[in-house]
């Protein structure tokens, strides 16, 4: 790699004019500046011309080549037509743990617009270059080593965490004085470095752990059959070859930084032990919580591939990604800024799967080796090997979008903490109200079922580490995935992909499998999910009484918040529900954890039920909200006289599935709820008409679609809107339900 001559005399017209020693450098006082829509400030704003013209100039003139691929490095595809601006743009600032501000350090901004918005790059000056204009190096750049990372800074980042982070990191997710460290893993095997086997690591013991993506094809993992002779000294250095190279280069990485225990899912979970592999798999969150360093593996391949797995990028291959784009321009070496971690972790495999959405928020810190180069991420601070950032404090302000910007740094000071530029934390820290819960449980859904899964038996497993903290700052059990205590807002989950029951499917098998989760539960559904989107909401109230039914008909009464009025809308006077249930055991002698109890699939229904019209006219909410559910149609809800009373998301053909043009279709009330209605969009939907049922508070009712079985048994179809004077005026009926 070396710098392919341009020189100051190497400009074109427009370049030549640019004092670009003035971008890298504080403005000053009073100088005019830009502030865009969401609040960022520029100063020297210019335009260069077409991103084509900067290409045909860039092959002669130093900084529009640079420019170039500036805009190149971005994560989209940028028109020729776009015109390339220039700007100063305050990078990062130093400053002390009381806030007090020290050096800012600025960088050119380059931004493709099309229509007065576009993607951004970033131009950096080097280290060793700042002296000429009497700057500091803080954020500045520097050129990876070629020939590999050097663990020398990897071991220097965890020593800065460990030291000067004040306690920080030493917990996921919460600060050094919150009365919840998550607990220590319980009887973990690891290897053990030293004597190269596996080991029984001692309770308490420092430890890292790998994050990965299995390989497609079979490799040494810990079986019964091989169990002793892995405890065996030297067993694993003996077996080396027998692994892939990812695993191979995470024992020799753990060694040098150096860590005695490693742990490895293939290798410390006894694969066919299903009691060892279950009471390891409900431990995850301890595992990866209480690891003092994650290594990430991460490959950009395409979604659905398999992953290489042939070793650690960056670690001991050269690779030509860890190039740079730099220049000589004038005086002044420059080079193009990479992209967050985040923005490189985006495109790689490990970052589409269902075990890694865990072990990424479960972790305090974590080493992703890329391609790109190496970062290191903890709960304060990002370092890099292209980003001089070693000597700044925790509370360091860094620019979203730069190179060392982290949504999982939550630990600055806080008016720099921006929700919009963040992203959820998963914390064991207690959550005090329903909205609190609500909202925690609502991202890590959405996140975590975007995400794929090779073995659909596994969506729940892979969710464990995730559920047992929730569970712990919801202080509620979980059924299925589901949350206890916000039952009622839970089940009103919508799918945002195909309507396509979770199955086994076997290749040259026509048949699959039967489901392998409960109708009731987003588990029992093969598709992204989304909760609070298609109409957002302040709180709820539960309409229903809810029992959850395990294999040897033992129920009993979940515990819901905001419980309401049950059968506040019938009529009709209710059986009591000794008549339906025979076997109800208190609450409290329920441990949703036990195997008796785990795997309850049965969720009972004390409730009101009627029916509704659908059909097949659609109800239009707005063109930008059914963008979000484009593998669904809304439908109307439509009341005796034929009023659109409300609205369900349903397939496409799901009138024709059932060979007719309309249904009378039969739902049960599951909730009310309060509307949320603060931005002109949220005042802008309408999911009944309004002109015959007028919008109030708490007029809107969570209704569930449900196709019958046999006997008080159903299945969950959908779930829908419906306004409550329509509800009452569909004269509803008391009902048991018993949901598959």
Known sequence: MH???????QLCHTCSSVDFAAYFQPPNHGEVYSESSIGVITYKERDLGSRASIKHKGKHCAFCYLTYMATDAIRFNVPDDAIV????FCWGRNRGLDGTNFDATYCIRVIARV??????????LFEDDVNLLGLSSHFRARIPREVGFDMAKARMWLDICRTCHDGFCSTSGQKPDEPTPSPQPLDLLAIDLINMSLCHMPHGSDFTALSYCWPATPYLTLKRVNYQELFEKSALLNNM??????????????????????WIDALCIIQDDKDHKEKQLRQMDRVYSCASL????????????????????GYRKPNKNRERSFKTVGNLRMMVASPCADEVIILTRWDTRCWTFQEHHLSRRLLYFTPTQVYFQCLCSTFCEDVVCENV?????KAPGSTLWSPKAQFSVAEDRNDEWGEWKLSR??????????????NALRSYTYREVSYPSDILNAFEGVKAVLSEAMRTSFWQGMPENILAQALCWMLNGPFRRRRIRTPGQPIPSKPLFPSWSWAGWDSRVDLNNYMAINTYQSEAEWFIVNENSFATRLDVLNQGETFRYSQHRPAPIEAFLSKIVPRVEVDATSPEWRDARILACWTTCTSFLIDGSLHSLDIQHERLWPESANYAIKDGRGVTAGCILLPHDFLETYGVESLECEFILVSRSLRQRQTDFQKSLQYFDEMLYPLRDWCTLNIMLISRLEGYKALRVGVGIVHEDAWINADPRAAFVELL
């Open 3 to 9: 710098d392919s001559l341009p020189t100051d005399s």
């Open 429 to 442: 820290a207690p959550l005090r109200t329903v909205p609190y819960m609500m909202a925690s449980y609502e």
């Open 241 to 262: 070859n027998e692994l892939p190279g990812t695993v191979q280069d995470a024992i020799k990485c753990a060694r040098e930084l150096p860590f005695q225990y490693l």
């Open 393 to 397: 404090n925790r509370t360091a302000y």
């Open 294 to 313: 994650t290594i990430v593996c991460a490959y950009p391949v395409a979604r659905g591939s398999s992953d290489p797995c042939d070793g650690l990028p």
């Open 115 to 124: 229509q007065d918005r576009g993607p951004v790059g970033y131009i950096q």
């Open 85 to 88: 601006g220039i700007s100063s």
